[in-house]
């Protein structure tokens, strides 16, 4: 049995900036700063984005702590004015259909979220893209833990109460597109499969030591033999 945990943003969908601006503007909102400019987002969850952006302020953890809840209920505000625009640019990312559908096919693998979103912006990036949330029977995100790596141990005793046995992480496929996503599941001896659609090119993620690094998701047969063999 495999457990396959998806990462969102750059992996299965392109957000176009609508989660950053909708970020900095609840930051804005808030705490009175956004941060700063070169902040980058990629491979980290909500809360550590927020965390980051106001310790770059000047800002204590405890502060942060106490603004943390009204920073990223604002975030999903502002998050939904940005996906109900018309031209909101989201978009599923090549291959993404066919590989959700392949791998839900087949009665040795189940399908799982692992991904830096709090849970109600994961459910709402996917579903602007038509892909239904109850797809994913298991998950982890960024409103479970700070930290990309507190996540995968997080999904594998989900995927363990979800089958009514204990997983070990071999079990876990993390398939995402920055070293962040192939990193974090090692603690868990968790594979991962990089894929080159966010920032990192082929090269720079193959750097990083995964079991497989495909340059999209269009390869559909391949891909699920990597994960079946990983």
Request: charged share 25%; hydrophobic share 45%.
């Amino acid at each position: 049995m495999k457990i396959v945990l998806f990462d969102i943003d750059g992996t299965l969908l392109w957000t176009k900036g609508a989660g950053r601006r909708a970020m900095l503007r609840a930051l804005a909102a808030n705490v009175g700063t956004s941060g700063p400019a070169d902040h980058r987002y990629d491979g980290k969850t909500d809360r550590q984005i927020v965390r980051e952006a106001m310790r770059h302020e000047g800002f204590a953890d405890a502060d942060v702590d106490a603004k943390m809840a009204p920073v990223l209920e604002s975030y999903l505000v502002e998050l939904m004015v940005e996906l109900d625009r018309e031209d909101h640019g989201v978009a599923l990312l090549p291959g993404v259909p066919e590989l959700l559908d392949a791998l839900e096919s087949r009665d040795d693998i189940v399908l799982g979220l692992l991904t830096g979103n709090v849970v109600d912006g994961a459910e709402r990036k996917l579903r602007v893209v038509g892909i239904d949330f109850g797809r994913f029977r298991v998950g982890a995100y960024g409103s479970d833990g700070e930290h990309r790596h507190d996540l995968p141990a997080i999904a594998r005793d989900r995927a363990s109460a979800h089958l009514g046995r204990p997983l070990g992480g071999e079990c876990c496929v993390i398939i995402g597109d920055t070293p962040s996503d192939v990193a974090c599941g090692r603690g868990i001896g968790a594979r991962a499969i990089a894929v080159a659609t966010g920032a990192y090119d082929v090269a720079a993620l193959t750097a990083c030591g995964p079991h497989a690094v495909f340059a999209d998701l269009t390869e559909t047969a391949a891909i699920v033999r990597a994960i079946v063999d990983a």
